[in-house]
């Protein structure tokens, strides 16, 4: 149990709260890196800050605790900025708007960034605890995490004195995760080849959307329908009948598309209607529950001067489907993880291209670079280009790590049950850390947070209170 007798009174709730009032999307993040800043100076505790944002703080250690090893906590700053197609919400300017439903935290229609913000909420409530007797306390707070993981990847570590780590950052009390994937994202492009198309041709506009969405490493293996990838399907069933104008589709590179609009020219709106609605039936009828809200409207809209070239909508149609989305292999070594992915993100416009990106992970570093080569070999064939980008290490689960007896007996201690030791399909800062410093022991925990990269993402507000305590009794174990 926690020691508070309500959230509202828990210190780490307060910085929670803070947090939310900062706009802090991914590359957003310099307000935010602000406030820990100042915090930081304004407690006489050391920090250092970099030109990546990233802010690190040490607080040194009480007496009688000086003996004791230092350790590091660690999470990022930056969140996963989605909202329902309804909501009006600028993440650049507005702050969340945090509500309780149900002993769970939500967002008013957006995400919510309890991940990451619980860690960093925590980590700022013990940095100022005056009363928590413990050893040297560095604290790393990263940025961009969500998106390229570029914070961690630039920090200098020489500035770090601790070989233990404790990131917070995972999704489920009771659960310690002790090894992550590597991964890259994937940027394919080529320019907007158009050509003019005559008055008397119908254009309109398909939508699918309804979905649940999720997380592309920790949701991929769970059967969602991604909207990029059964828009696609919808697009080659169509075939000669309609020409792309334009495919949009998807918002983050690590999210599971939950919606996607295309606008073709038709030479049949009726028989487009009808195909699009059996499409719909057989999705439905396919689809697990949580994508029960799936649905496709096809409508009339404006004629529009130009389409995409036959050519060009051909191949964009083609090679969205050859795109594999969805695992590719299974874990030899531990039950029910998946080894290899592929996320088909987004379609996107801009600077007169189409850019399409994919998102892959795997914890076998050679099954990356083969997923990289056969992508690249599908877009070149279409007449694409392929960058990749943001590749970051897996990090290799350690079954000898001391930091995985120390989670187990102060889990047990604090509720009684056993605790769980995991690795997990997604990528962490984690092993960015490991490449950078190969002597740390890291393990990562967090509250149970549903739904990330969502906007209905929600954190057990019990769980988050635990979590805070758990942390605490971990650093002087």
Sequence with gaps: ??????????????????????????????????????????????SYRDSFDNVFIRREASNGFESRPAVLLQGHIDMVCEKKPEVEFDFIKDGIRIKEKDGCLYADGTTLGADDGAAVAIMLAILDDKA????????????????????????????????????????????????????????????????PISEDKKCAKITLGGLKGGHSGTDIGLGRLSACVAMSKLLKLLGDKITLVSILGGNMDNAI???????????????????????????????????????????????????????????????????NHGVYAMSRDMEGLVESSANLASFKESDGKLRITVSMRSSVAASLETMKESLAQKAE?????????????????????????????????????????????????????????????????????????????????????????????????
């Design 1 to 46: 149990m926690s020691v508070y007798e309500s959230y509202k009174d828990m210190p780490a709730y307060k910085y929670f709260e803070r947090i939310c009032e900062i706009p802090h999307g991914s590359g957003n993040e310099k307000a935010l890196a602000d406030y820990i800043e100042a915090f930081a100076k304004e407690r006489g505790l050391y």
């Design 132 to 195: 928590f007797k413990a050893p040297t306390i560095e604290c790393l707070f990263t940025t961009s995490e969500e998106t390229s993981l570029v914070g961690a990847t630039n920090f200098d570590y020489s500035k770090i004195s601790a070989r233990r780590m404790i990131n917070i950052d995972t999704e489920c009390e009771g659960e310690a995760v002790a090894g992550s994937a590597g991964g890259v994202r994937c940027r394919i492009t080529r320019s907007l080849d158009r050509e």
């Design 257 to 323: 598309a939950r919606d996607c609009t295309a606008v073709v020219i038709s030479t049949d709106t009726e028989s487009l209607k009808a195909t699009a609605s059996d499409f719909e039936a057989m999705l439905k009828a396919k689809a697990i529950d949580e994508d029960s809200g799936l649905f496709i409207t096809v409508e009339e809209t404006k004629t529009v001067s130009e389409a995409l070239t036959s050519d060009m909508s051909r191949a964009t149609v083609a090679l969205a489907n050859e795109i």
């Design 381 to 477: 064939k279409y007449g694409f280009e392929v960058a990749f980008e943001g590749q970051y290490p897996g990090w290799q689960y350690a079954p000898e790590s001391p930091l995985i007896q120390i989670f187990k007996h102060s889990y047990k201690l604090l509720s009684g049950a056993e605790g769980r030791v995991v690795a997990i399909h997604a990528g962490l800062e984690c092993g960015v850390v490991k490449a950078s410093v190969p002597d740390m022991d890291i393990l990562s925990v967090g509250p149970t947070i549903n739904d990330a990269h969502t906007p209905n993402e929600h954190m057990d507000i019990g769980s988050f209170m635990r979590i805070d305590e758990l942390v605490r009794v971990m650093i002087n174990e």
